[in-house]
T-cell receptor, first 115, second 114 residues
Framework: GAVVSQHPSRVICKSGTSVKIECRSLDFQATTMFWYRQFPKQSLMLMATSNEGSKATYEQGVEKDKFLINHASLTLSTLTVTSAHPEDSSFYIC???????????FGSGTRLTVV | AQSVTQLGSHVSVSEGALVLLRCNYSSSVPPYLFWYVQYPNQGLQLLLKYTSAATLVKGINGFEAEFKKSETSFHLTKPSAHMSDAAEYFCAVSGDTGRRALTFGSGTRLQVQP
C-alpha cells in the first residue's frame, strides 16, 4: 500500500532556531499534501494544504511566515518551523493524497520539542 | 462546512466485550467518512472508510462501521475487544467527495481491561 515516510520522528531544538520536517511519498505521487498539528491528548488540526508546484493554502490562524511549506516535487513536501519557540512544541503529522478520489496516507509524525 | 463529533473521550471495555465508539457528522455535501487509529507517538492508521458505496463498511482488525444518513452517524464497532485494541481512535470526514482535507473529531481513547 501507499507509504509516507516522515523525518525526523523526534527533534529537540533551541528556542530561536529553525527546524525542517520532511515527508516523502515512497510509492506514489502525492499531488496534495496536508500538514496537521496535534497537541497532547487533542485532535489533529489542519495547518495547511499544499499542491505540488503551488503555494500552500494556510488555515486561519496559522502563520505562513513561521510555518514554511514547500512542495516542490510530487514525492516531497517539507515543513520548516522558523524561529521556533516553546509554544511551537507539538506533534506534527503530514498526510499525502495521490488524487482527488484516492485515500489519505499519513506519515508517522514528528515530535518537536523547543527548549 | 463539515464537522465530526465523537461522543465519549474515554471508553473502557473488558477484553472480549463489544467495542462501540460513536461518531456523528455534519456535512453540507455527501460525506466521505473515515476511522483511524493512533498509537502513542505514531501517525494514523486507516481502519476503514465510507465512500458512498455499501453503508456497512468492514475494516481491518475486525472493526466495522455503519453509515446511517438519517442519524448522521458512523459508529465504529468490534464484536470482541483485544488488549491490542487499546489506542486513540479518530473519526474524520472529508467533504466534496474526498477532495478536501480531513476534519477530525476530538478522539476517543479506548482502554481494554483484562
Amino acid at each position: 500500500g501507499a507509504v509516507v515516510s516522515q523525518h525526523p520522528s523526534r527533534v529537540i531544538c533551541k528556542s530561536g532556531t529553525s527546524v525542517k520536517i520532511e515527508c516523502r511519498s515512497l510509492d506514489f505521487q502525492a499531488t496534495t499534501m496536508f500538514w496537521y498539528r496535534q497537541f497532547p491528548k487533542q485532535s489533529l488540526m489542519l495547518m495547511a494544504t499544499s499542491n505540488e508546484g503551488s503555494k500552500a493554502t494556510y488555515e486561519q490562524g496559522v502563520e505562513k511566515d513561521k510555518f514554511l511549506i514547500n512542495h516542490a516535487s510530487l514525492t516531497l513536501s517539507t515543513l520548516t518551523v522558523t524561529s521556533a519557540h516553546p509554544e511551537d512544541s507539538s506533534f506534527y503529522i503530514c498526510s499525502a493524497r495521490e488524487g482527488a478520489l484516492t485515500g489519505y496516507t499519513f506519515g508517522s509524525g514528528t515530535r518537536l520539542t523547543v527548549v | 462546512a463539515q464537522s465530526v463529533t465523537q461522543l465519549g473521550s474515554h471508553v473502557s471495555v473488558s477484553e472480549g466485550a463489544l467495542v462501540l465508539l460513536r461518531c456523528n457528522y455534519s456535512s453540507s455535501v455527501p460525506p466521505y467518512l473515515f476511522w483511524y487509529v493512533q498509537y502513542p507517538n505514531q501517525g494514523l492508521q486507516l481502519l476503514l472508510k465510507y465512500t458512498s458505496a455499501a453503508t456497512l463498511v468492514k475494516g481491518i482488525n475486525g472493526f466495522e462501521a455503519e453509515f446511517k444518513k438519517s442519524e448522521t452517524s458512523f459508529h465504529l464497532t468490534k464484536p470482541s475487544a483485544h488488549m491490542s485494541d487499546a489506542a486513540e481512535y479518530f473519526c474524520a470526514v472529508s467533504g466534496d467527495t474526498g477532495r478536501r482535507a480531513l476534519t477530525f473529531g476530538s478522539g476517543t481513547r479506548l482502554q481494554v481491561q483484562p
